[in-house]
């Protein structure tokens, strides 16, 4: 019989240990804007364009009864960074950190973790939300940056919308049109730690539309940890697509489009190679019925496969059909219904199946979902209710209801209010319900019920001045059924085993303050400040013994100034600067970052970049675990054609 852990290792070092081992490895509708490179508009231009993750329909930024910012393509490409994780540094009130060279934790309002549950992520469509611990792994999401048209970013619940698991937030990631992305394009970059390549060229099809295609591959050396040890860490990912889009007659369209890839990271504990890797393929077709009227159909299809040496093995496919219809009703009533159907299927193993395995190891599961939304103006349109709720069907917990009311009212074109009430749910997991942890000593119950949150927000945007604006938004949520282990269900001993339960609540307070400066046409300037306050609590008489520790593992405050400067024709340069605060439990100090990208355009085709990340500090530590994120230096090229 094997030896078991004593209760003191278990409570100091399980959910590090067993949770974060296995973390080591998220639908738009049609009528997505059109590309727009919003480094050029004015501050009233950029106040009001169109946004679709709100309501899956456009709307003006200014008037969206949400916590929403747009980070557009232009600024990604400006920065010089490399990974989607990255991007979502640039957005006010996401916390980011990032662990070692592949792995990240990243969600909005609070509850970080490698495994992060809250966040519900998309990219063109397609769901990048996984069924193993509701969450994403970000070393596998990625794609050629240069094609990204823009990054809606939703703090907040979204569930009546986007489903399940948009607890605390929405990511939605559109990419640019075959059409918007034509030509040839070849960048390199090398660095001190990172080297990278990327391919892509566009063309048309006929008169029946347009196509892309692209290749990209990066190798990062290994982080370093405390004390300047290797942390044996390196990793690479090769990663490949396409997007197809036709225009079809009875003004029909339809897009499809996919990718491939595949990475390596090594193991730091035993240095063998972790694999991960997988393919997807997205088929969208929609029809315009008139002004106010449009139906859309949209398929995907997601295989991946990815083995942790130490822990487990997961091969999973999955499999989504949903249909949406947006009408006009007696000229008041935008309404959107739909539905859904997803399942996916896993095998997921361990490695030694005394120390971890899934019991069972194969495991279908299916959800159904239907959803409504009347979006009513008011008073001219100054007044813009918006009522809707989601239904979904899951082989976990069964009925789900997730319903939000908003409202946005508009004072005049420079001023507005909103505020919104959201119900939103986590549904369980692979891990919460079928984990079993070193023969027992921590084991899953199907009993375990979906996380929940009621969560009132009130939110004021003002185009203060033709240079100056500001978008405020505060936050109150309180959660229920949070997830903890508890070793009450056997035996009144004070040994293990523990059992994954429903074992707290919790309430989370804020807000987040985004100002944005643009005195001349070459110049912006964007700060921002968010703050959460999360205190949760196990319920009286439990003994969860981990509830107790979730709540301070997110910053407090964070403050983000961005600075884009066109000196002229040929250079020009963006400064992020991000000042995070201490993460208690994590034993991380609070710390300052400064990126910096110089771009010089030799010709219109030709360009040169050097970008600089975390400038002022040779290392420093963004979350556990003992690695530290040093400061590197890049420089590429960059030729279109």
């Known amino acids: 019989m094997p030896h078991l852990p004593s209760k003191t290792m278990i409570n100091s070092q399980l959910t590090r240990v067993v949770i974060g081992a296995l973390a080591l490895h998220t639908s738009l509708i049609s009528a997505q804007p ?29 008037q969206s009864a949400a916590a929403v910012f747009v980070l557009d393509g232009e600024t990604i490409r400006r920065s010089g960074i490399t990974s989607i994780p990255e991007a979502l540094r640039l957005v006010p009130g996401v916390q980011v950190a990032r662990i070692d060279s592949h792995t990240w934790a990243i969600t909005a309002r609070g509850f970080n973790s490698t495994v992060g549950d809250k966040l519900e992520v998309l990219m063109d469509g397609r769901s990048l939300y996984t069924p193993f611990f509701s ?9 050629l940056l240069e094609d990204i048209d823009r990054i809606e970013v939703i703090r907040g619940p979204g569930a009546a919308l986007w489903g399940a698991n948009a607890v605390n937030g929405v990511v939605n990631i559109v990419t640019k049109s075959a059409a918007e992305s034509q030509g040839g394009f070849q960048q390199l970059g090398v660095g001190e730690s990172e080297r990278y390549a990327a391919w892509r060229y566009g063309g048309n ?3 029946a539309g347009h196509y892309r295609a692209y290749a990209k591959t990066n190798h990062h050396d290994a982080e370093e940890r405390r004390g300047s040890a290797d942390a044996d860490d390196k990793r690479k990912h090769e990663q490949a697509g396409f997007r197809m889009d036709f225009q079809l007659p009875d003004n029909d369209r339809l897009t499809v489009q996919g990718d491939i890839y595949q990475g390596q990271v090594n193991n730091a504990t035993n240095n063998e190679l972790e694999e991960t890797e997988g393919h997807n393929v997205i088929a969208r077709w929609s029809r315009q019925h008139g002004q106010h009227s449009a139906t859309e159909v949209q398929f995907y299809f997601d295989k991946t496969f990815r083995t942790n040496a130490e822990t487990y093995s997961e091969d999973r496919k999955s499999f989504d059909l949903e249909l949406e219809h947006r009408f006009l009703f007696l000229d008041q009533h935008e309404i959107i219904i739909g539905g859904g159907y997803y399942v996916t299927r896993d095998d997921v193993r361990g490695i030694n199946p005394v120390i ?21 103006d008011l008073m001219s349109d100054q007044l813009r209710l918006t009522f809707g ?22 004072i005049d074109d420079r001023n507005t209010v909103w505020g919104a009430v959201s119900r939103a749910v986590r549904i369980p997991n692979r891990l919460d319900h079928n984990l079993v942890v070193f023969n027992g000593v921590l ?29 405020v938004a505060i936050f109150y949520n309180e959660y229920d059924k949070l997830r903890g282990f508890t070793d009450d269900f056997l035996s009144p001993s004070t040994l293990p085993p523990y059992k994954v339960s429903n074992e707290g609540e919790g309430v989370s307070q804020g807000g987040e303050l985004v100002l944005r400066w643009q005195p001349s046409e070459n110049l912006n300037l964007l700060v921002s400040q968010s703050y959460v306050d999360l205190d949760v609590e196990r319920y009286t008489g439990s003994n969860d013994v981990n509830i107790r520790d979730n709540d301070e593992n997110d910053p407090t405050s964070q403050t983000s100034v961005m600075i884009g400067w066109d000196i002229n024709k040929q250079w020009s340069s963006q400064l992020n600067a991000r000042y995070v605060g201490a993460l208690d439990d994590q034993k991380v100090d609070a710390y300052t970052a400064v990126d910096l990208s110089l771009l010089w355009r030799i010709t219109k085709d030709l360009e040169l970049g050097l970008i600089g990340k975390n400038l002022f500090d040779p290392q420093h530590a963004e979350f556990g675990g003992g690695n530290e994120i040093q400061r590197t230096v890049n420089a590429q090229v960059t030729w279109r054609f």
Do not use: C, H
Not at 35 to 54: F, K, P, R, W
């Open 34 to 62: 059109s590309t727009v490179d919003l480094t050029g508009l004015s501050l009233e231009e950029l106040m009001n364009i169109d946004v679709v993750s709100v309501s899956k329909q456009r709307e003006p930024l200014q």
């Open 135 to 143: 969450g994403v792994f970000w070393d596998a999401q990625d794609t």
């Open 205 to 207: 099809l006929g008169n």
């Open 356 to 376: 971890l395995r899934f019991t069972p190891a194969r495991r279908t599961d299916e959800t159904w979902n239907l959803f409504i939304q009347d979006q009513i």
């Open 389 to 410: 709720v989601k239904y979904e069907n899951n082989d976990y917990t069964g009925d789900e209801v997730q319903p939000s009311m908003r409202f946005s009212y508009t």
């Open 443 to 471: 084991i899953g119950d199907s009993a375990f019920e979906s996380e929940e949150v009621l969560a009132y927000e009130l939110g004021y945007r003002s185009i203060v001045s033709s240079t100056f604006s500001l978008d």
